[in-house]
């Protein structure tokens, strides 16, 4: 038996969720073929589009499967096909995608013995191997779909918020290539009151704007006082494109995840479109390879092809 699985991109942090929050996207994933073997062992049997490691041990996915198999206490081997149209580095989960999707197929070949946060916490064993760091915020929209809260890590809880209908996520990705693991290093380790008091405030407000509907508010609590001024540097033109896309009407603007992808959150398609296209204008001159996406949220997460 073989099941095909779509693993999709999200945008993790949304400005003042650092490592807390993320949502789902459904334009943009990888899709992943995944079957049982008969050899004891997990095998990365084949990627196509990206060269990464095809040992298991150094694979993200492989080793997402391999959190899972252990818990069960079970040595079924499977064989593992990816087929990447994310890009690593590209800050739109691409590790998380790969992780969330096999850890989710073969949960399903096993007949589903384990609950959705089991899947996130094995997955989150993926992003510890790309990045040093086991965090949620991409495999738990990756795995749930829409918006997730991680209220907490140690223990793991997962909170699910709701996706008002409006909402539309425009992704530039310059092709520059920017590790987590380095984007990482540069933030500092301490936050003053100041801030700390700026980001839970705007925070809080963004939960309650999901809930409520209000895109206005929505678009004032995405800002990040604490991250994005030391990662925004990596990033080129970057002001630049925040003072466009407000000007043309998005809700908010910020770094996805750890970069390079900026996203602008914008209200209905029209809006989104226009955005779309200003970026596609401005960045058209700057020399710059780049992609753009323009996403629905997605409510499901990986899903079964
Ligand atoms: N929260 C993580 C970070 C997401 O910003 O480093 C990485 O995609």
Request: charged share 20%; aromatic share 6%; with cysteine.
């Amino acid at each position: 038996e073989e099941l095909k699985v779509f693993a999709p991109a999200t945008v993790a942090n949304l400005s003042c969720g650092f490592d807390v929050l993320g949502c789902c996207l459904d334009s943009v994933g990888d899709e992943m073929l995944v079957r049982r073997n008969d050899l004891d062992q997990i095998r990365i049997t084949r990627i196509t589009g990206q060269d990464l490691p095809l040992e298991a041990d150094k694979n993200v996915a492989g080793v997402a499967v391999n959190a899972l198999l252990q818990k069960l206490g079970s040595n079924q081997g499977f064989d593992i096909e990816i087929i990447k149209k994310i890009k690593p580095g590209s800050g739109i989960g691409s590790s998380a995608a790969s992780s969330a999707g096999a850890v989710f197929a073969v949960n399903k070949l096993l007949g589903e013995p384990f609950d959705k946060l089991d899947l996130i916490s094995f997955a989150m064993q993926g992003e510890l191997l790309a990045s040093g760091n086991a965090h949620a915020d991409n495999v738990a929209p990756a795995i749930l779909g829409g918006f997730s809260l991680v209220r907490s890590y140690c223990p793991l809880e997962v909170l699910s918020l709701p996706v008002p209908s409006e909402l539309r996520m425009v992704v530039l990705h310059p092709l520059i290539e920017i590790k987590t693991k380095d984007s990482r290093s540069i933030i500092r380790q301490n936050v003053s009151l100041q801030k700390a008091i700026s980001q839970w405030g705007n925070l809080g407000a963004l939960v309650s704007a999901l809930y409520t509907e209000d895109y206005g508010l929505l678009g004032r609590s995405l800002k990040d006082e604490i991250v994005e001024p030391v990662r925004s540097i990596l990033i080129p033109y970057f002001q630049e494109l925040r003072e466009l896309v407000s000007e043309k009407g998005a809700l908010g603007f910020g770094i996805s995840g750890s970069g390079p992808s900026v996203y602008a959150l914008c209200k209905g398609d029209a809006n989104a479109e226009l955005v779309k296209e200003e970026i596609q204008r401005f960045y058209s001159d700057k020399n710059i390879a780049f992609e753009l996406h323009l996403s629905s949220i997605n409510e499901k997460g990986v899903k079964v092809l």
